[in-house]
Each structure stands twice: as C-alpha cells, then as structure tokens.
Nanobody
Framework: QEQLVESGGGLVQAGESLRLSCAAS????????MGWFRQAPGKGREFVAS????????YYADSVKGRFTISRDNAKITLYLQMNSLKLEDTAVYYC????????????????????WGQGTQVTVSS
C-alpha cells in the first residue's frame, strides 16, 4: 500500500513560484508512474502533469506547459512539482498520485489509471 503525503502549498501572488513535494512510502517508488492533479473550487479534478518511472518522460496539461516542471528523486522517494509564473487560475487543491507500471518510460494522464492518492495541498494565487 503506497502512502503519499503532499507539502509545499500556500498563498502566493500571481507571477510567483512554489514547489510542491510528495513524499511516498510503503512501496517501491521506482516502480510507480507518478502524477499531479488539481481541483479548483467548484470544478472537477483535472490532470496537471505525469512523469515516468525512469524520470525520462513527462507530459503536461496545456494550461501549465512551459510554467510547471514535474520531477522525481527515486533515491529520496519524492515527487516534485515546480510551479513558476503562477496565475489566478492555478488556485486549487493539488494531489499527488501513483500507480504501478511495468513500462519504464510511459506516463499516465487519466485519473482512473492511478491507484494511490495523497490528501492534497492547497495552492492559492492572489492578484
């Protein structure tokens, strides 16, 4: 059973940066495809970014491409999301997700592809 704990959220002004972290435990981290999702007030949860087991492949939602960077440190068993040039519309609860994968360089973008989820961390961007 994989346990995921997000941290690093907070209140920032538009244009500023934040780095989210997701600490994993309970399973072989290097066997998991990892992803970030978010849920804004009154909206459904949406895909943000995913990274392969190897860390070589990544994929982003169009809304964050060029501003956010997903990365992982398999030795530290931690997933990251560097968020730059934050916008008001980035305000949301951000969730870390994980799922076992046999493929080393594949990413996953659909919520139902992920088996494990964290509790979420709030990111609020103000003007």
């Amino acid at each position: 059973q994989e346990q995921l704990v997000e941290s690093g959220g907070g209140l920032v002004q538009a244009g500023e940066s934040l780095r989210l972290s997701c600490a994993a435990s309970g399973g072989p981290f290097s066997s998991f495809v990892m992803g970030w999702f978010r849920q804004a007030p009154g909206k459904g949860r949406e895909f943000v970014a995913s990274i392969s087991r190897s860390g070589v492949a990544s994929y982003y939602a169009d809304s964050v491409k060029g501003r956010f960077t997903i990365s992982r440190d398999n030795a530290k068993i931690t997933l990251y999301l560097q968020m730059n040039s934050l916008k008001l519309e980035d305000t949301a609860v951000y969730y870390c997700a994980a799922t076992i994968s046999a493929q080393l360089h594949y990413v996953k973008t659909k919520q139902d592809e992920y088996a494990y989820w964290g509790q979420g961390t709030q990111v609020t961007v103000s003007s």
